[in-house]
Every structure is written in structure tokens, then in C-alpha cells.
């Protein structure tokens, strides 16, 4: 039994709480279970479930009660399980069931989940019709939506032969490890008992009981649905020779499963459609630590965050045949944000923010991983109120890596456009017209101290005809 509580199987609350039972359909799934010694009167009781579940168009069909109800059949052949339910005319039926039988799926939860439940297979030759067994069809998205409903747990005490019930409800439920404490009344005898919840009309299954909490003075139960979505785990092999478990469609995976490879080693768990990552999912390495985690699209990265094999971040993004592309965030392996922008392919590619080698912060115009042109941020923000993170359009200055001024004027999507000045390394420096980034139109060229070297009209960049003008 799980760690996290201090329990005592045999606690009782409030006897007189509980009463014969009434119930005309639920009656009928709960069975006596009594654990008796071969050749000998030693046993023991508890209360079980019979269930069953629809996988590829058939039906499967289960006894599920406590693990300490029936670990002695688990573990030691001397010991067999005789289950007693009802018929619709509330005549007596048994059933003596061997667990040593290698047809049998037996399987404890008690490790794997930490659920104090285990599951037995009934197979044709326990002679127990279809009609006996509860068809588990109700899944809950989220378990803490019980809270405060309540609750029926229909339960065999001890000795007794009449199947009884209470009513109580859910104190508190804790998600991640599937259980939840509960004030309904038990006795000795309860353990692995159905407990069933008013939803949407319908009385559902939607856990077992399991122990008292002594320390305090309630009830513990666990929510059954980890254990039915296990049952209904399929099976597939991938030809690179993966394995897939979870559910599968027209023979291929579909739906919520996950993936191992070759080593058993977790490959994938989250969203599948006809055999390919479609939806959220995470990827893994080898190692245990996460690859991507994400969205994605037939078996590609759609946007997310890729990780490196240590589980540091490099890149929070969209992604294009798995590779860097359109807005993303690249980290370096402190994981402290390097870049903000536009990529394609991999490479940054049109505008973005980053940090220069001091980590001053700085927006620039990329082609293919290369920089082209700088923004130093005080200067640009005062002089451009239009500046978007995909768009550079308005008044500014354009610089170097190394900060120097290059260019100053209007720019239209980072490309200067209209009269400008183009400063060179020696100081000097070109005033006139630009278009699409290149002198062109009427401009002159100066020195340093302001004096006119060269005036006219320049094409395409160059002078073509010297003149005198005004600028």
C-alpha cells in the first residue's frame, strides 16, 4: 500500500450510516469476494467490481477490487478466490476463480501508479454472463470537478450476506496521484468496494474504496480511469522497430500514447493521428531528458521549445520541416536569451533583438544568420515610435556591429528611402537622395569638417554628372 498515508484497512465509520441496498441497476456489478486457504478454514473478505471494457469491437471483461484484498491468490497457489454476485432475480451466484492460470491477465497498480488496485481477468470458463458486468464508457477530464459531489460505496461487510451501501462525499481529490479522501460510512469488509457518483443523470463509476485514515478519521479512495485507459493500451510495432502503446484505429496508433525505441527508452508521449505525432506532444532523448515540447503536425515540429541533451532551452519558436522559422527566442547554454526575431531555415533571417558580446541590448536587420545592419536602442526608440519587432519603418540611424553610424534617415521595412546621409570609416560623409538603400537622385559627399568634395547626380550608387546644386 502507498507511503503517503498512514491508513488501517479495517477502520470503520459510522455504522449506522449504512444501509441494504435499494439500487436497482448497481447492484448488480458488485460481488463478495471471500479468500479462502485449501484445506483449511483460514480467509478473509473484501468487495470487488466486475467490469468490462470495448477494445477493436470487442469486449473484455475484468474483476477489479483492492491489491491487499487479494494478494494472497497473487502470490501463493494454496489460496483461492470465490467471488458471489446477484442476478436480476436476486438469486445467489458463485464463482471459484483460480489465479494461477497463465490465460489470466492479473496485473497489480500498486507500483506503476501507486494504486491500491489490482484487475483479474474472467474468462468463459467462470460461466458469468455478460449482463453482471459494469460497461466503463465515463471519462472525467478533470478529477477535482468530483469535489464535493456525492458519493455511493456499495460494499459486502464481513460475514454478511446482504450487499449494503452508504452515502457520503468528496473531501479533497489530488490528481496526480489518482485518489481521494471521502467521508462516506464502510466496515470491515469494504475494501475494493465500487464507489459511484451522480454525473449528468447517470450514476458512474468512478473509483474503489480502499483504507481508513486514521489520523484523520476519513476515507481514502482511487479514481479508476488511469487503470481503464491502461487496458484499453494497445500495441504497434513501427518498421524502424519502435514500439507504440496507446490506442490504436483501423490498426495503425491513434490518440494518446507513447512511443519507445529500439532500447526501450521513451521516444515520444502525448497526441497521435494514423501513426504520426499530430497535436501536443513531447520528444525525448535517449538520456530521459526532453528533445521538444510542443505542438506538432504529421510527425514534424509545429511551435515550441527544443531542448539540448542536459535539458537546457536553445530555442522557444516556430518551427518549418523541424527546422528554426518565422518568430522565435534562441537561448545561449545558460540559458539566458540571446535572440528575439525572425528565422528561416535555421538561420536568423530579418529583423530581431539581440545582445552584442558586452550584452548590450541591440535591434538589427539579419539575411541568412548574417547581420546587415544595427540599432543601437536608445537612439532608434527615440527617433522611430513606429518600430515593430517585425517591421522597422520611420525616422532612425542605422549602425555597424561595432556601432559606428552608417546611415541616418527615413526607413521603410529597414531600407532607407528618401533623403539620408551615409557616413564612411574616414569621417566623411554623403548627404542626398537614396533609393531602396543605394544614393541615387541629387546628393553631395563632404569631409569631415563639412567642406563639398563632390556634388551632382549619382545612379545606382554612383556619380554619373557633376553639378552644382542644393541639397
Avoid at 386 to 409: D, I, Q
Avoid at 440 to 467: N, R, T, V
Wanted: glycine residues 10%; hydrophobic residues 30%.
Amino acid at each position: 500500500m502507498t507511503s503517503k498515508f498512514e491508513v488501517t484497512f479495517e477502520g470503520i465509520i459510522g455504522n449506522s450510516e449504512i444501509k441494504s441496498i435499494s439500487f436497482p441497476e448497481q447492484y448488480k456489478y458488485v460481488c463478495k469476494i471471500k479468500i479462502k486457504e485449501v484445506d483449511s478454514n483460514n480467509k478473509s473478505y473484501g468487495t470487488g467490481t466486475l467490469i468490462k471494457i470495448k477494445k477493436n469491437n470487442r469486449y473484455f471483461y475484468f474483476l477489479i477490487s483492492n491489491e491487499h484484498v487479494i494478494e494472497d491468490c497473487m502470490i501463493n497457489s494454496n489460496y483461492i478466490l470465490i467471488i458471489t454476485y446477484y442476478s436480476a432475480k436476486n438469486s445467489r451466484k458463485k464463482a471459484k476463480i483460480t489465479l494461477n492460470k497463465e490465460e489470466r491477465i492479473i496485473k497489480s497498480y500498486k507500483n506503476n501508479l501507486d494504486i491500491d488496485a489490482t484487475i483479474v481477468q474472467i474468462i468463459p470458463e467462470d460461466n458469468i454472463n455478460d449482463e453482471y458486468f459494469y460497461h466503463f464508457n465515463t471519462t472525467f477530464n478533470n478529477f477535482l470537478e468530483l469535489e464535493n459531489k456525492f458519493i455511493y460505496i456499495f460494499q459486502y461487510p464481513g460475514y454478511q450476506k446482504k450487499l449494503k451501501y452508504s452515502k457520503g462525499e468528496i473531501i479533497n481529490s489530488d490528481n496526480n496521484n489518482y485518489c481521494f479522501k471521502h467521508s462516506a460510512s464502510t466496515e470491515h469488509g469494504s475494501s475494493g468496494g465500487p464507489i459511484f457518483c451522480p454525473v449528468d443523470g447517470k450514476y458512474c463509476l468512478i473509483g474503489i474504496h480502499s483504507a481508513y485514515l486514521s489520523k484523520e478519521s476519513c476515507n481514502i479512495g482511487y479514481f479508476i480511469e488511469p487503470i481503464i485507459n491502461d487496458l484499453k493500451t494497445e500495441k504497434y510495432t513501427y518498421k524502424n522497430g519502435f514500439t507504440y502503446y496507446g490506442p490504436l484505429s483501423k490498426g495503425r496508433p491513434n490518440g494518446k500514447g507513447k512511443i519507445f525505441d529500439k532500447n526501450k527508452n521513451l521516444f515520444y508521449s502525448g497526441d497521435i493521428k494514423f501513426g504520426k505525432a499530430e497535436g501536443y506532444g513531447i520528444r525525448y532523448y535517449s538520456n530521459g531528458n526532453k528533445h521538444f515540447e510542443g505542438n506538432f503536425s504529421k510527425g514534424h515540429f509545429v511551435d515550441g521549445i527544443l531542448y539540448n541533451n542536459r535539458g537546457k532551452k536553445i530555442y522557444n519558436g516556430k518551427f518549418k520541416d523541424d527546422k528554426f522559422d518565422g518568430f522565435g527566442i534562441q537561448y545561449n547554454e545558460n540559458g539566458e536569451v540571446t535572440y528575439k526575431g525572425g528565422f528561416k531555415e535555421n538561420l536568423r533571417h530579418g529583423n530581431g533583438t539581440f545582445y552584442d558580446k558586452s550584452g548590450i541590448k541591440r535591434w538589427g536587420i539579419f539575411h541568412e544568420n548574417s547581420l546587415d545592419l544595427i540599432f543601437l536602442d536608445e537612439k532608434y526608440k527615440s527617433n522611430n515610435k513606429k518600430f515593430k519587432a517585425t517591421v522597422l519603418t520611420g525616422k532612425g540611424k542605422a549602425y555597424e556591429e561595432n556601432g559606428y553610424n552608417v546611415l541616418e534617415g527615413i526607413f521603410i521595412n529597414g531600407i532607407i528611402e528618401g533623403k539620408g546621409v551615409e557616413y564612411f570609416k574616414d569621417k566623411s560623409y554623403y548627404l542626398g537622395e537614396f533609393k531602396k538603400g543605394i544614393k541615387d537622385g541629387k546628393g553631395i559627399i563632404c569631409d569631415p569638417d563639412g567642406k563639398i568634395l563632390i556634388q551632382g547626380f549619382f545612379f545606382h550608387g554612383s556619380l554619373y554628372k557633376e553639378a552644382n546644386i542644393e541639397i
